[in-house]
């Protein structure tokens, strides 16, 4: 049967992914024999990445069965410590491909009893039961098993990662720490390798392949060796998220531009951006975008490209000068809470900056100081 599934893939993996879920032990057996031999297992996961690629574009007004039984299929495939040996590096297509199903089936409205995959280990053991959303999820833990790298699945226990791929708002803030355990695991060789293949997806048709495609964009901006990247506007992209009505895209460019600040060579581009920073602290602005931007604004100030380095002084007053005036504007009326947080964590910080030596940038810090209690 793995030599027939090898020979006709494009006959027979559709006619099992059909069958109805969750599937009996001699289905799931069958999948998992056929992530044992390494011609098999290369072409039948091509043809389960482009179905979880392309499936959301095609929506209708019932839901398509076939993704879950591609997750499925894919965790049985993956299981197997034979398939391990064939896949042994992060492939960034299928990393891309699985995110873009977890995204997809965390929005899904499915009934809470719903079960795609259920596997009985045997005596001693604990059954395994999974709906929609964890199978997708625990799909995403397997391919970064298969890549050969725990260190990623011990960072994302560490920091919540998984919590936050599970819930649809916050599913791209779990996306961009999972690719932050990523660079803390990888050589910037696989990063340059996924930045390239997200790059083409940035502006994808299907609304969740560009989410998850642009949010790990905006996370491999924290590197370096990414931001040197040659051909690439990063800023010229980012700036456009933002301006785009869609607030999660607001926010991703917002991250990207913030994890720009970190690097030397940017502060001309970036200084620019504060005027657009500063509309989007108007009131009428969600307080989530709000938040985001005052933290934006706030690593342009404290990064300040090159520490002392006087070259910077003018990209600090230009960013201390915004937020003076949103500041004056904000003190009006009564910021929520997180908010008064964050411009109480900028006013320390701007302290910091009152021994600087360029008089027209501490000039610049005192108005700030006095004018919103003044207001």
Not at 287 to 301: E, F, G, S, Y
Request: aromatic share 6%; hydrophobic share 40%.
């Amino acid at each position: 049967m793995c030599l027939l599934a090898g020979s006709n893939t494009h006959s027979v993996v559709p006619v099992l992914l059909n069958k109805p879920l969750p599937w009996d032990r001699t289905l799931l057996t069958l999948w998992n024999v056929f992530g044992t031999q390494k011609k098999t297992t290369v072409s039948i996961l091509q043809l389960l990445i482009g179905i979880l690629e392309n499936h959301s574009i095609q929506q209708t007004t019932k839901r398509n069965p076939q993704p879950d039984a591609v997750a499925c299929a894919l965790y049985e495939m993956l299981s197997g410590s034979l398939c391990h040996k064939t896949i042994q590096k992060l492939d960034p297509q299928l990393l891309l491909a699985v995110l873009h199903h977890l995204h997809w089936a965390v929005k899904q409205k499915v009934p809470m009893d719903m079960v795609v995959y259920s596997k009985d280990e045997g005596p001693g053991s604990i059954s395994k039961t999974f709906d929609s959303k964890r199978c997708a999820l625990e799909v995403v833990k397997m391919v970064m098993l298969v890549a050969a790298n725990e260190g990623v699945i011990v960072h994302a226990d560490q920091h919540k990662c998984w919590d936050l791929l599970i819930y649809p708002r916050f599913c791209y803030l779990g996306i961009m720490e999972l690719t932050s355990c990523i660079m803390k695991n990888y050589e910037p060789a696989m990063l340059h390798k996924i930045l390239n293949f997200v790059t083409n997806l940035i502006n994808s048709s299907d609304s969740d392949q560009k989410v998850v495609a642009r949010a790990v964009y905006a996370q491999l901006l924290a590197d370096q060796s990414v931001t040197e990247t040659l051909r690439q506007d990063f800023v010229g992209n980012l700036t456009e998220w933002i301006k785009e009505p869609n607030l999660i895209m607001k926010e991703i460019g917002l991250c990207g531009i913030s994890n720009l600040t970190a690097h030397p060579g940017n502060s001309e581009s970036l200084k620019r951006l504060v005027p657009l920073l500063t509309d989007l602290l108007k009131n009428e602005v969600p307080v989530t975008v709000r938040v985001q931007a005052v933290k934006t604004l706030q690593n342009l100030i404290r990064r300040g490209h090159g520490g002392n380095n006087t070259k910077s002084d003018p990209a600090r007053i230009t960013a201390v000068s915004a937020l003076r005036r949103m500041l004056s504007r904000i003190c009006k009326f009564s910021p929520e809470r997180v908010l008064r947080k964050k411009m109480h964590c900028i006013l320390v910080l701007l302290l910091l900056h009152f021994q600087n030596n360029n008089t027209e940038l501490v000039k610049v810090l005192l108005v700030t100081f006095v004018l919103p209690t003044s207001a």
